[in-house]
């Protein structure tokens, strides 16, 4: 498994304001997600973030609104961009273990814009 | 894309007592991964069990195991002996062998243990 942090743990933000939210892992991994989740709901895709390259966006999400950074193999961040209360979420990024194809999720990051 | 489709959105079980979540995807590979995740309110996501495609056996983990039926694309989770820690929501996920390193979530089952 692998243990993963994050932070901060919840923010509550101005409209067109920037947060940039932290993740952590005690090991190094090549593969890094990042997820938006509404509360009750399931999880969407933003970007995948590997090391050394630039982030891949899925459809729905812009590297302008949410630029990612992957500097080394236990770290990474997601900034939301110039939010607005439809920003309101859980964030929760992942990993995938080399060759397990197990992913093991951050404990999120609950953001409220007012 | 695949899809993946849990149509319990809620479920309740008697604690002590057996109850099993359902699933189903849409793939046409042979090869892929598939899992069960528990998320307990305001808590952090946990893997449950997963399942290689390749594999006929049925895995399981204590009180957990799965009921794969490849031709069908069901992935069913039972829980035996349901504890109250066990309530939680559900996702089942799907993972391609092939196709890059995406899972595919279903939209989760809430799950009650009634004391």
């Known amino acids: 498994s692998a243990v993963i942090s994050q932070k901060p743990s919840r923010d509550i933000c101005q409209r067109g304001t920037s947060l940039t939210i932290q993740c952590q892992v005690d090991?190094?991994?090549?593969?890094m997600f990042w997820y938006r989740q509404q509360p009750g709901q399931s999880l969407t895709l933003i970007a995948t973030a590997n090391q050394g390259s630039e982030a891949t966006y899925e459809s729905g999400f812009v590297i302008d609104k949410f630029p990612i950074s992957r500097p080394n193999l236990t770290f990474s961040t997601l900034t939301v961009s110039n939010m607005s209360p439809e920003d309101s979420s859980i964030y929760l990024c992942?990993?995938?273990?080399?060759?397990?194809?197990?992913?093991?999720f951050g404990p999120g990051t609950r953001l409220t814009v007012t | 894309a695949q899809t993946v489709t849990q149509s319990q959105p809620e479920m309740s079980v008697q604690e002590a007592e057996t109850v099993t979540l359902s699933c189903t995807y849409d793939t046409s590979e042979s090869d892929y991964y598939l899992f069960w995740y528990k998320q307990p309110p305001s808590r952090q996501m946990i893997l449950v069990i997963r399942?290689?495609?390749?594999?006929?056996q049925n895995a399981t983990e204590n009180r957990f195991s799965v009921n794969f039926q490849k031709a069908a694309k069901s992935f069913s989770l039972k829980i035996s002996d349901s504890q109250l820690g066990d309530a939680a929501m559900y996702f089942c996920a799907y993972r391609s062998e092939y196709t890059g390193n995406q899972f595919y979530f279903g939209t989760g089952t809430s799950l009650t243990v009634i004391p």
């Open positions: 090991s190094q991994v090549t593969m």
């Open positions: 992942s990993v995938e273990k080399t060759s397990s194809y197990e992913q093991y």
């Open positions: 399942q290689e495609a390749y594999k006929q």
